[in-house]
Structure formats: C-alpha cells, structure tokens
C-alpha cells in the first residue's frame, strides 16, 4: 500500500485517508474514489487528496475485517458487519465469556495492522453485550497477513461464550441465636437474584442449626429430591453458614464429608469471598457460601457460581491462579443491578437526560438565562424538557446547574426528574457523568442525551431517534444530524457507559462515539438538530423573547 498525497486526476480508484469537505457534501474517510468524485473535487478547486493506493495483494479494512470475522468458530456470539475496518462480537446469550489469552497472543503478533480486543477471560456477561471486536488499522492491509491470522482463527476457539445452563438450586442455611430471619430472608433474595440471568431457581430453602449433622442430613435431602426429579435440570446445593467457616474441619465442610461427599478447596485467593468452600456430593455440586455473598456486590461467590452456571465448575489449578485480580475493590460508580431484584431488563429500554446545567456565558456579563428565554410563552428549558417528557420513550432526567431554583421552577409539574449538579462549573462532562448515574441507578441500558438549548427539536424527533436505535437492537450509537452534519441528540448505549466515565471538562460525548468502536447511525431531522441558542442574537432569530 502506498499512502500520501496524490494528485486529482491521478486518484481514481484510491481511497481517501481523510473525509474531505466539499460544498456539494463530503466524501468520507475510506471512500473509493471514481470518476465523479475526481469531477467534483476539480470542480471546488481540489488539487491533491491524502488517499492510499493499495498494491497486488492488498485487502481494503472491510474485505480485511469481513474475512477475519468469517475465520471465527461461532460459539454463543453473533456479529456486527464490517464497517470502518471494524468488526463487534456480541453474546447471544447470558453466560461466562471465555477466551484463550495464547490464541488472541499469537494473532495480535502476526501484524500491528491487525488487532483483536476481547473481554477478560472467564467474564460474566448478558445477552447483547459486547464481548470482542477485530480491528484493521490502516486503509489496507496485506493479503498474507490476514491469511496468517485467519488461519490461528480456524483453528480453534480464540473466544466464546459459554451460556449459562438452567440449574435446580437447593439453599441450606444455618442458625444462629445471633442471626436474624430478616437477614436470611435477604440471603436468599440475593441468591435468586444472582441465579436469575441463569434462568436457574431456587426450588427449596432449609433452615437448620449451626452443626454439621443436621447440615449434612439436609444436603441428603436435597439429592434424594433430585434424585425423585430424574431428567430435569442439574442440581447446585448453596450452603449459608450463620457462622464463617474457620478450618477444614468447621461445619460446611464436615458436612459435605459426612453427606458422603468430597471437598474440593476451602479458601480462595480472592477477597471478599476468601472463605468460600467448594465440594461436591457425586456429581452434585456443593457450594459453601462466604458471608460477604449475603451482599449483591461481587466476590468470589460469583466466580465458582458463574462457572458452575456454564458448565465449566473450577478446579483447584484453576482457583491458585486467581490472585492476580482476586483483590476485588470496591468502585463507587459502578452499578449494582441485583440490588434492583430479578426482573429482566429490556435491552431497548432508554432513559433520557436533558443537559441544562450550563453557566450561558455567552449571553454576555450578568446577562440574562438562555433557558429562561420564552418560545411561544413558554421557557426554553421546559419547552426542551417537554417535548422529551411528551416523545413518551422513556424516564426524564434534567441535569441543572446555574441558576438552579430557577431552572427547577420552570419545570414543575412536567414529571421529570431534576438532579443538580454541584460540579457544574468545571464543565459538560460533569453533567452528563451525573445523568448517566441516574440512568445506571435506574438499572437501563441506554441513555439519550438532549441539550436544554435547542429550541426545536421536537417529540417527533425523538421518537424517531428511538425507532433507529431500537432497529439497530440497541446495539449502536444514534445521532441526530442535519443535511448530513453532526448534530444532536444522541442515544448511547451501555457499551459506551464506562468511557463517558472517563470523560474530564469541558467535553461532551463526541471523543466516545469517535472511538467506542460501534456503528453510528445518523439519523436526518433536519435545522432542528443544529440549532441550539447560546447568544442573545440567536435567541430573537428563533423567534424567542429575551427574559430572566
């Protein structure tokens, strides 16, 4: 591949390293150029383009990607098309995600033009989810190269996921005059929780004293039951001890022992969760819960749990070699969903959060609140709110800011949510990390963004942002533009969740959708998606009326 400028009427057939903007619209980075292209450019006074011309034995980044792709053994993901040398694998079901670190290694060494990223081996993911994406860097890459890696893709599994098989769980529970009912009872909602993106259910919960006979005689109970249910699904028993386990010899593992089974591991390098047990009774499963799997948060209850659920239960070799990455901290703005009970999400769900927290500084030194303003009698921040309120696809999040009180007031009786942020000076990034938390708290999978200062997009506009995303299966970005031009709003989804953490100042999401990786779909609503009113001037030419 030769790649640099090249002159106008000798560019045919190579492709553009650059979008070039042209009065007539743009060509897009990646394009192939022909005849008319060159026609056009000549015509606007273009007289060289960056563009790259391929050799022989050259792939174009789609064909590349595309031919990567077809090389991997489908094992429970689908895929995205090729697009901008890109290629998404999603889980196509709940289940443990597994990757073989040599295979990936060994591709990833073939050439730096050729990428493959995947999940942490041995992940816990849902349905949709974005798992692993192969990436072609340049334009163009050698043909030998993709051959070379297409052929470690064949032959065998670089990454799969592994779904989550449909369990009958049996809990037993210990007592203790120290422990409350309450707090069992909650044991054993936090444990249907987690069974839940399984399908699994628990189908019994004994309660029995804290000594290793009366346990043991409830986990032979639990095998003649399963025993009686010949066929169906296989069994898990999940002890709970009032008390945490101490020894080898404490209570759970006896248990296990004296119910004639073995134990496999008491203690994991992992923390919270280093007091787990694991054994088993035939070919049933034995799990000794630690305290800390009481609570929804993760810990090394989930890691045995999750692999037991798919099929692949640990084995001691395994769980030495979980200590790099066993120290489990706590990261506030992560979400807790089981804490949210078992009820699936809808992946398509939205919320959506309105950005008006902003200083409007330039409507001049003391000047008056662009949100204020009034539109047909009407405040600019509640016009933008209600057309949201109004589209009826989702909860309404407004982000406030300066001027606050006043902002809230001119809301009520919309219905919609009015979160401050105290932050807001420091820039937009603060504000949309604040909605975003809203919508994580709220357990959905996806987040609109809307500026408070674009006085006509409508709920129509919206609605029809919805349906795009909905079609796309709520798996891409969605973005307003107008005549083709980059506008707002936009729909995110959870993919993109973690780097609009990441996001600093003065910045809004346009660095994440830039480079997330997932497809965008530009959806035409016209002016609307332009015209936002910062200054005292736009405001009068939108037709609004200056007040507050």
């Known amino acids: 591949m030769k790649f640099g400028p090249i002159p106008v009427e000798a560019a045919e057939g190579s492709i553009l390293a650059h979008s070039q903007p042209l009065a ?43 031919k990567l792709a077809a090389a991997v053994v489908p094992s429970g993901f689908s895929r995205s098309p090729a697009s901008t040398g ?40 849902r349905a949709g989810d974005l798992v692993a994406t192969i990436k072609i860097i340049p334009l163009a890459v050698a043909g030998r190269s993709i051959e070379a890696a297409a052929v470690i893709l064949r032959a065998g599994s670089a990454f799969e996921v592994a779904p989550y098989l449909t369990h009958r769980v049996h809990l037993v529970a210990t007592q203790l005059p120290s422990l409350k009912p309450s707090v069992m009872d909650k044991t054993a909602r936090v444990l249907e929780a987690r069974l839940a993106p399984s399908g699994s259910r628990l189908v019994s919960e004994t309660r029995v004293v804290h000594q290793a006979e009366p346990v043991a005689q409830a986990i032979r109970a639990a095998l003649d039951g399963a025993r009686a249910d010949e066929g169906e699904d296989p069994l898990l028993v999940v002890v709970f001890g009032a008390s945490a386990v101490a020894d080898a010899e404490d209570v759970i593992p006896a248990a296990i022992q004296l119910a004639g089974g073995v134990v496999d591991q008491v203690g994991l390098p992992v923390d919270p969760g280093n007091l787990l047990v694991l054994g088993h009774v035939g070919a049933v499963r034995v799990l000794g819960a630690p305290g800390c799997a009481r609570s929804p948060k993760e810990n090394g209850f989930d890691w045995v749990l999750n692999r037991i659920l798919a099929g692949h239960p640990p084995d001691r070799i395994e769980i030495t070699g979980w200590g790099v990455g066993g120290l489990l901290m706590e990261i506030p703005s992560r979400p807790l969903p089981r804490l949210a009970a078992t009820a699936e999400a809808d992946p398509l769900a939205l919320g959506l959060v309105v950005l008006a927290a902003g200083r409007a500084s330039r409507m001049g030194e003391g000047g008056r609140h662009k949100l204020l303003a009034e539109f047909e009698g009407e405040p600019l921040v509640r016009r933008s709110v209600r057309q949201a309120v109004e589209a009826k696809v989702g909860p309404v999040t407004v982000v406030t800011g300066h001027r606050s009180d006043e902002v809230a007031d ?66 891409a970005i969605v973005r307003a533009v107008a005549d083709g031009q980059r506008g707002n709003p936009v729909i995110l989804p959870a993919a993109t969740f973690e780097a609009l953490k990441s996001l600093e100042g003065d910045i809004g999401a346009r660095p994440v959708i830039e480079n997330a990786g997932l497809a965008v779909i530009d959806v035409e609503i016209g002016p609307a998606a332009r015209l936002d009113v910062d200054t005292p001037e736009a405001i009068l030419a939108a037709g609004g009326i200056l007040k507050g």
């Open 410 to 475: 001119a809301l009520a009786g919309l219905g919609a949510r009015v979160l401050q942020n105290r932050d807001f000076a420091s820039g937009m990034a603060s504000s949309l990390k604040a909605g975003l938390a809203a919508i994580e708290a709220e357990g959905l999978p996806g987040m609109m963004v809307l500026l408070a200062d674009m006085p006509n997009v409508s709920a129509t506009d919206i609605a029809t942002l919805v349906r795009a995303y909905a079609k796309s299966g709520g798996k």
């Open 86 to 125: 890109r290629v998404n694998f999603y889980a196509s079901d709940n289940g443990l995600f597994l990757a073989d670190r040599h295979a990936v290694d060994r591709f990833n060494s073939i050439d730096p033009a050729i990428t493959l990223a995947c999940l942490a081996d041995r992940r816990d993911v």
């Open 24 to 66: 007539s619209g743009k060509l897009s980075k990646g394009h192939r150029l022909e005849a008319a292209d060159l026609a056009r450019l000549v015509a606007e006074g273009v007289s060289s383009v960056i563009a790259c011309r391929l050799d022989p034995d050259d792939m174009a980044e789609d064909e590349a990607a595309e």
